[in-house]
């Protein structure tokens, strides 16, 4: 029997404590999850701008263009090199890294037919993450023109380490967001796919539609306390059926 938008209504509304339930259990347990165990992590970024080759306006052509987005790639290489984190981890002790933590954490990342070549980390700190990218990029620009007798690479965006943005894992009102939209749903398909699952009779209308005969009558449910009432009810009735007591006195 196909069920109508008014019967899941009324379905919803039966098990609406159970639904509660259900989504107040998962948001509890996410806020407090998220409060005692989940660290957050802040993400701190800077960009890089890589002119032309020769650094002179009269040189700014097609060809020294694609010459400096060519180099892009090897920037990126040298950046994460172990020379260039070997020296900030050698100048940068407050750190607390090696120069291997150092590469796994550095993202660099570049658009195509981009001269800007973008750097980021993630940290449990944002100020350590700034200062991390900061230190890369300042290191980078200062060592290029001894490793590459270049100098076409320029600061073009610090990461600010005052900032105070909020953690790329994001925070625990998020995550109760997600939790309670989540746990809703969950909620909700479980109740319908046991509705579904169900093949009880439980109106008239479903009777006619399964059997294909008309309900002559119904027996309401019978609860343990109605029971108890007719019990009191036949005894009361007896009670007052037949002869009665009579005293004689001798």
Not at 73 to 83: A, C, D, G, R, V
Not at 193 to 205: D, I, M, Q, W
Not at 220 to 243: F, H, M, Q, S, Y
């Amino acid at each position: 029997m196909e069920k109508t938008i008014l019967d899941y209504i009324n379905l919803i509304k039966k098990r609406l404590w159970l639904i509660a339930l259900f989504v107040l259990i998962s948001c509890a347990t996410t806020f407090y999850v998220s409060k005692n165990f989940v660290v957050p992590v802040y993400s701190a970024s800077g960009q890089l701008l890589v002119n032309n080759i020769a650094n002179m306006p009269e040189s700014n052509n097609l060809n020294d263009l694609n010459f400096s987005l060519n180099l892009i790639e090897s920037y990126k290489e040298i950046i994460k090199s172990p020379t260039i984190m070997k020296s900030v981890a050698a100048a940068h002790p407050e750190f607390n890294l090696t120069e291997d933590q150092l590469a796994s954490k550095l993202q660099i990342k570049s658009s195509e037919k981009s001269q800007v070549i973008n750097l980021s980390v993630e940290d449990e700190s944002y100020t350590k993450a700034a200062g991390i990218v900061n230190a890369v990029s300042q290191t980078f620009i200062r060592s290029l023109p001894s490793l590459m007798r270049v100098d076409n690479v320029s600061f073009l965006t610090p990461a600010d380490p005052s900032d105070v943005p909020g953690p790329v894992n994001g925070g625990y009102m998020m995550n109760l967001v997600i939790s309670f939209v989540v746990s809703l749903m969950a909620a909700l398909g479980v109740i319908l796919l046991l509705e579904t699952l169900n093949g009880t009779l439980r109106s008239e209308k479903e009777a006619e539609y399964d059997l294909g005969l008309p309900v002559i009558a119904s027996i309401p449910p019978i609860r343990k306390r109605d029971l108890g009432k007719a019990a009191n009810a036949n005894a009361n009735a007896n009670a007052t059926v037949g002869e009665g007591a009579y005293a004689t006195a001798e």
